[in-house]
């Protein structure tokens, strides 16, 4: 694995659990030699993730469309920054680019793209593994991302049980 995809919100939701879930994926994805491959954005969790790859001396890919790339306030200082036409070529730009998905809590397009990787997935069109999570990602010995339930959504409602699709495989 090289390159890791994160879907997650432009807005923090207003919890630090989610805050300090995208820094410390950011340690572990940087720790483990992954790059990070996400939306493009400068704020929320997205802006957080990516801040904190870069400030590991990680690297960074932002796929951000037109329509967004101003509303979303494209990240300036990535590692690369792909302005595509629509949601749909972004989607299609973050998958190619990407080995393995990851989704931390955000809204409605984090909800999005994570269906439709897994639908992806369902029809064969990736085998790249996918954690999905309103879950916070920790390191341990035995897998690089261990993962503990957080028991609310983006909009601080309680949750059940998440889904949990496939584990990242070992280094």
């Known amino acids: 694995m090289r390159r890791i995809c994160v879907y997650c919100g432009s807005n923090s939701g207003g919890h630090d659990d989610y805050r300090e879930a995208a820094r410390a994926l950011a340690g572990e994805l940087v720790r483990h030699d992954l790059e990070l491959v996400y939306g493009g954005a400068s704020k929320g969790t997205m802006g957080i993730l990516a801040d904190a790859v870069l400030e590991l ?3 960074v890919h932002g796929v951000i469309p037109k329509a967004l790339e ?3 306030i494209a990240h300036q200082g990535l590692t690369e920054l792909h302005i595509v036409d629509s949601m749909h070529d972004r989607k299609t ?3 190619m680019l990407s080995d393995g998905f ?3 809590p955000g809204g409605f397009g984090t909800l999005e793209e994570l269906i439709e990787i ?4 369902s029809f064969v069109f990736t085998t790249s593994p996918v954690v999905l999570s309103t879950y916070v990602v920790t390191s341990t010995s035995c897998s690089p991302f261990s993962i503990t339930p957080r028991p609310r959504d983006s909009c601080g409602r309680r949750i059940g049980k998440c889904c949990y699709a496939r584990q990242m495989p070992p280094d």
């Open 118 to 121: 897994l639908t992806w997935g």
């Open 57 to 59: 001396d990680g690297k």
């Open 93 to 95: 730009k973050m998958a």
């Open 70 to 72: 101003e509303k979303e």
């Open 102 to 104: 990851i989704a931390l």
